[in-house]
């Protein structure tokens, strides 16, 4: 409920002046959503009216607009001595080509409904339109009064939409007997769900969950065979690349917001979901080159020479084990459980794989990628005591500016630990801590990443990386699959969960990468 959204209903009178209403209350739209009463609340006077909700063409302007029993009335006016586009669309208005009206608004507070759609209770309105097919289909312009064509004349035209009452009357008494039997499928639900839940268990299930959520729960504890059809429903089946039920989607966001806690390289490395097997990136070695010559003298050819970059999704899966008698009785967050659980085990296999996983099998990581330019720290086993910061700057100005500019630091919190001793020559340390909450903390002006999976200082140890971690290439194929077992272990009283995903990742631009090597 973040972004603009478009809705219709609306009456309009064209004079010059509009008058009509932009929403009737009582009735949903055409994909299920209902404004109630009292949502246009904070709205305020003096709204844009544009043609077809689009911002390059403000045709005039709303200057009344009022909650009744009935609706939302508006009332503006088309600026026709101003703007042409404003006379084009009232004569539009004029000869019925364009009837109704449509608003957009943010909402602030929404409820979902039985059958699809929402009831929005709190919106902020941002502009109403003139548009040909409304989405709301009581959203018509009733009356259209202008001067006349040739402005010589006060009289006024009017147009008046075709008369639908009959239309509406039975538009009317057929929401009423859908809002009966809805009733009715509600009192079911909650029949249904108070014999299927055991009597010792309250009604433990917070009342914001959605559909889908409530599918989950009722998944997780007692598998299809008693869960309420429409529940079922909600639950979506995976294809025969993924296999099994998956979770529904709020539950694999939670999945991956708690695996960057674990794999802060995601956060920064760029990624992209795949459809097939595997994807193809054609990447750039060598560009053309232009030479001088005279007036007339023979052209040297040139071409640029491409190479292939293949990317594959690798499988990473795990598993818990839960009693049967915890599914029936537990009376606090199962899906909190599972999703902690799993994202432990995802993060710190991902982290892993993300710096010194091998390819095989596995995604390969930074410390692995072939082409990846080398910088030493000039002894065997730690940084030169005079001077240890110069190495540091030398990493900096081994990458083109453009990398740079984009480039972070990515090493371990013990090697971060000995920089931060480290000062210049007037005594200030290198490593900056960030004075505003929530920024990082830099080493020459860039961001440090702290991956746990970096090595140590060490002999021949690659304790740092610099470099736009943009050109490293995530894709995921499945974000998160989950298969209840009831049976593996039924001799036992327990249920077994497995968990898989399917990630790949390798290095794609390795120009933009340096690393440091401990070594003379």
């Known amino acids: 409920m973040d972004r603009l959204e478009i809705k219709a209903a609306f009456t309009v009178s064209v004079e010059g002046t509009i008058t009509g209403m932009a929403w009737p209350f009582g009735s949903p739209d055409r994909v299920g959503d209902l404004i109630e009463k009292g949502a246009f609340a904070t709205t305020t006077t003096r709204l ?28 503006g006016r088309l600026l026709v001595n101003d703007v042409a586009r404003a006379r084009e669309v009232r004569a ?51 009356t259209a009064k202008s001067a006349n064509k040739e402005g010589r004349s006060a009289m006024e035209e009017e147009n008046t939409a075709p008369d639908l009452s009959a239309l509406e009357a039975k538009m009317t008494k057929l929401e009423t007997e859908t809002k009966s039997l809805a009733k009715i499928g509600d009192r079911l639900d909650k029949m249904e769900a108070r014999l299927n839940r055991p ?30 059809q429409e529940e079922t429903k909600s639950l979506t089946v995976a294809n025969d690349a993924s296999g099994g039920f998956l979770a529904p989607e709020q539950f694999a966001s939670e999945i991956l917001k708690k695996t960057v806690e674990y794999s802060p390289i995601r956060q920064y490395a760029r990624v992209v979901t795949i459809g097939a097997a595997e994807i193809k990136l054609a990447r750039r070695v060598s560009g053309t080159t232009a030479t001088w010559v005279s007036e007339i003298a023979d052209r040297t050819a040139s071409e640029p020479v491409f190479d292939q970059v293949t990317l594959t999704p690798f499988e990473l899966a795990t598993y818990t084990d839960v009693s049967t008698q915890l599914l029936e009785d537990n009376s606090y967050n199962l899906e909190g459980e599972l999703t902690a659980d799993f994202a432990e085990s995802f993060g710190v296999a991902e982290g892993t794989a993300f710096v010194k996983g091998t390819g095989t099998g596995q995604p390969k990581g930074l410390l692995t990628a072939t082409g990846i330019a080398e910088v030493k720290t000039g002894l ?36 971060l630990g000995e920089m931060r001793k480290w000062k210049d020559s007037t005594g200030r340390y290198l490593v900056i801590d960030p ?21 140590d200082i060490a002999a021949n140890a690659y304790p740092i990386l610099f470099g736009d971690l943009q050109g490293y290439r995530i894709v995921d194929r499945v974000s998160l699959s989950l298969l209840r077992d009831p049976f593996t272990l039924a001799t036992k009283g327990q249920v077994r969960f497995h968990a898989r995903r399917r990630v790949g990742a390798d290095v794609t631009n390795p120009d933009r990468f340096v690393k440091l090597k401990v070594a003379a």
């Open 435 to 455: 004075i505003s909450e929530g920024a990082a903390t830099t080493l020459l002006g860039r961001p440090i990443v702290e991956a746990l999976d970096m090595p």
């Open 380 to 415: 065997a086993a730690n940084f030169p005591a005079a001077n240890p910061a110069d190495v540091i700057i030398g990493m900096f100005h081994a990458l083109p500016t453009v990398h740079a500019q984009n480039g972070a630091w990515v090493m371990n919190r013990k090697t």
């Open 199 to 228: 009597s010792i268990i309250a009604n433990d299930e917070p009342a914001e969950l959605t559909l889908s959520r409530k599918a989950f729960v009722s998944f997780a504890r007692s598998g299809l065979e008693r869960m309420p």
């Open 48 to 75: 844009p009216m544009l043609f077809a909700h689009d911002q390059a063409q403000v045709i005039g302007v709303w200057e009344e607009i009022t909650e009744t029993d009935k609706g939302l009335i508006v009332k």
């Open 92 to 142: 539009l208005v004029l000869e019925g080509a364009v009837s109704s009206l449509s608003i957009g608004f943010v909402s602030k507070k929404a409820a979902s409904r039985r059958g699809g759609g929402r009831t929005i209770s709190a919106l902020d309105l941002h502009e109403i339109s003139i548009v040909s097919v409304p989405c709301h289909p009581g959203a018509r312009i009733i």
